[in-house]
């Protein structure tokens, strides 16, 4: 079973910035795996933020943060991470790492989830 584990949230002030990871803690990760990055704000449903390959590369970005976030592939600490800039009140939300088979941006279809971290963005 494929355990992962979020950290690097807090709370921050608009226009800063805040850079997430995600670590497999147990079990293994299979080459093909499509790992994503998913928010859930207060009240709505849970959305897709970012996706890539596990192997690295293919990414997808939401429209809501295209062009201020950045997943990648850390391949030297094993984990997947997101760099997020330029933050806005609308980013407030629990951040949720997850691994799927599909590559798809449906969080239904993701089987593995963290516990998620929460980021808050002070106007």
């Known amino acids: 079973q494929v355990q992962l584990e979020e950290s690097g949230g807090g709370s921050v002030q608009t226009g800063d910035s805040l850079r997430l990871s995600c670590a497999y803690t147990?079990?293994?990760?299979?080459?093909?795996?499509?790992m994503g990055w998913f928010r859930q704000a207060p009240g709505k449903e849970r959305e897709f933020v970012a996706l890539?390959?596990?192997?690295?590369?293919?990414?997808i970005y939401a429209d809501s943060v295209k062009g201020r976030f950045t997943i990648s592939r850390e391949f030297g600490k094993g984990t997947v991470d997101l760099q997020m800039n330029s933050l806005r009140p609308e980013d407030t939300a629990v951040y949720y790492c997850?691994?799927?088979?599909?590559?798809?941006?449906?969080?239904?279809?993701?089987?593995?989830w963290g516990q998620g971290t929460q980021v808050t963005v002070a106007s």
């Open positions: 997850a691994r799927g088979a599909e590559y798809t941006t449906n969080y239904r279809t993701y089987v593995n």
């Open positions: 890539i390959r596990w192997r690295g590369g293919s990414e």
């Open positions: 147990s079990g293994r990760i299979y080459s093909s795996s499509i």
